[in-house]
């Protein structure tokens, strides 16, 4: 079975300083990836995501995340932190034979003034 | 296009009550999904739908039904309900299941059973 581990619950940045949630995962086979924000009271919104090919995706609102198979991680970083960019992270996985996405505890993301 | 829309907002239950809660979507995808969400503990799968006709268990289906309407909607019964499943529900839907599809979700139902 697949899981995801996002072992930070709160990360707090300044703003315009670079941030990083961190993401590790365990599956068996080759996974697709995901990261997902949500803000208060909404739903869930897609922000990128791993197939293959090149390590680093680029997503919306200038987020991008590195995927690095040997360290099964899924590192989701932004260059320069705004206070906009405050709200919870989630980090998915599946197999690329499955149908079910497992989710990560989250990370609520702080940004500074 | 108003993607996935969830009806009611809120709800506030006694225990052993009933209710349905509505997913719909006009973005024609072919697979549907129902998660809880609760702190702590991320979104975790009700029940799915891959395609119109058809339904499965996802990780946490006790207590639950769904039915898969037509291939717009998607609704999710509780026949009994329970403290133990006050929490947040989310629907979502995706152009297919197997693969590389991202999930697209509601806003979301927040259930209070009392």
């Known amino acids: 079975a697949q899981s995801v581990a996002q072992p930070e619950d709160q990360v707090n940045v300044a703003e315009g300083n670079p941030l990083t949630v961190k993401c590790t995962y365990s599956?068996?086979?080759?996974?697709?990836l995901f990261w997902y924000v949500q803000y208060p009271n909404r739903g869930l919104q897609f922000l990128l995501k791993?197939?293959?090919?090149?390590?680093l995706v680029k997503g919306s609102y200038g987020f991008e995340a590195e995927f690095n198979k040997s360290q099964t991680s899924f590192h989701l970083k932004k260059p320069s932190a705004l206070v906009s960019d405050s709200a919870l992270y989630f980090c998915?996985?599946?197999?690329?034979?499955?149908?079910?996405?497992?989710f990560g505890s989250g990370t609520q993301l702080t940004v500074l003034p | 296009n108003a993607g996935v829309t969830q009806t009611p907002k809120f709800q506030v239950l006694k225990t052993g009550q009933s209710m349905t809660l509505q997913c719909a979507q006009d973005?024609?995808?072919?697979?549907m999904y129902w998660y809880r969400q609760d702190p702590g503990m991320g979104l975790r799968l009700i029940y799915y739908?891959?395609?119109?006709?058809?339904?499965d268990k996802g990780e946490v289906p006790n207590g639950y039904n769904v039915s898969r309407l037509n291939k717009r909607e998607f609704s999710l019964r509780l026949e009994s309900a329970a403290p133990s499943q006050t929490s947040v529900y989310f629907c979502?839907?995706?152009?297919?299941?197997?693969?590389?599809?991202?999930?697209?979700f509601g806003p979301g139902t927040r259930l209070t059973v009392t």
């Open positions: 979502a839907s995706s152009e297919g299941g197997i693969g590389s599809y991202e999930q697209y």
């Open positions: 599956v068996s086979g080759n996974p697709y």
């Open positions: 791993y197939i293959t090919g090149d390590n």
């Open positions: 998915a996985v599946r197999p690329q034979a499955a149908r079910q996405l497992t």
């Open positions: 973005m024609n995808h072919n697979s």
């Open positions: 739908s891959a395609s119109e006709g058809t339904t």
